[in-house]
Nanobody
């Protein structure tokens, strides 16, 4: 079993930046591909980015490409999401997730954190 704990959310003005962290425990972190998702009120959970196990390839949703950067530190069992040039529409609960698949589809994520709130004011 894997436990994921997100941190770093908060209130920020439009144009600002935040860095989210997700700490993992319970199994070898380096064997998991790690993703970030978000869910705004009344909307479905949206994929944002994934960083693969092994070669740490990264993939992004079009809505965040160029503004958000996913990274991982296997020595610290942590995955990060650096978010720049934030917009009010980025307001949501942000979740990290882990998967055994190399490039997992949304339904293939096995482990989920509890989420952290990000609010962007205009």
């Amino acid at each position: 079993q894997v436990r994921l704990v997100e941190s770093g959310g908060g209130l920020v003005q439009a144009g600002g930046s935040l860095r989210l962290s997700c700490a993992a425990s319970g199994r070898t972190f380096s064997t998991l591909s790690m993703g970030w998702f978000r869910q705004a009120p009344g909307k479905e959970r949206e994929f944002l980015a994934v960083i693969t196990r092994g070669d740490s390839s990264t993939y992004y949703a079009g809505s965040v490409k160029g503004r958000f950067t996913i990274s991982r530190d296997n020595a610290k069992n942590t995955v990060y999401l650096q978010m720049n040039n934030l917009k009010p529409e980025d307001t949501a609960v942000y979740y990290c997730a882990g998967a055994q698949e190399y490039k997992p589809l949304k339904y293939e994520y096995d482990y989920w954190g509890q989420g952290t709130q990000v609010t962007v004011s205009s």
